[in-house]
């Protein structure tokens, strides 16, 4: 959906840096997106990194925001996401059941991954 939200959620929320050191090893097809390798031969410097230009799908895939929301638990951020979270989802009014957030998209989820990003920095 967004390539610029995308990228903001492999900098802000997975704590990634744009690379070159990657190679496109398979370019997908209609089920599955372009697959990339580090190339070993010539090693980053980067603990964490991303293929420049090329971020992970994660406002348009809920299998790769359960990998940004991993992230976000891992960094102990799962209280403010959670917050943000019924926010995004419920437009600010208070809602006693949470199965909204069931249904909430992948876009709603990195938009509430940013907000709880920024709630702590």
């Known amino acids: 959906m967004s390539h610029k939200l995308d990228i903001q959620i492999e ?3 997975m704590l990634r ?16 997106g372009p697959v990339w390798i580090r190339d070993n031969s010539d090693p980053c410097e980067h603990e ?9 799908d994660y406002s348009d895939s809920l299998d790769a925001a359960f990998e940004m929301e991993e992230e976000i638990k ?11 979270m019924r926010r995004m989802v419920f437009g600010g009014m208070e809602s006693l059941f949470d199965w909204g957030l069931v ?15 920024k709630c702590t920095t």
């Open 11 to 13: 900098q802000e929320v």
């Open 17 to 32: 840096v744009p690379c070159d050191h990657w190679h496109l090893f398979s370019p997908g097809d209609m089920l599955n």
């Open 48 to 56: 964490r990194c991303y293929p420049r230009n090329n971020p992970t």
């Open 74 to 84: 891992r960094r102990g951020l799962h209280r403010a996401y959670c917050i943000k």
């Open 103 to 117: 249904h909430a998209t992948a876009e709603q989820r990195c938009e509430a991954a940013l907000e709880a990003v």
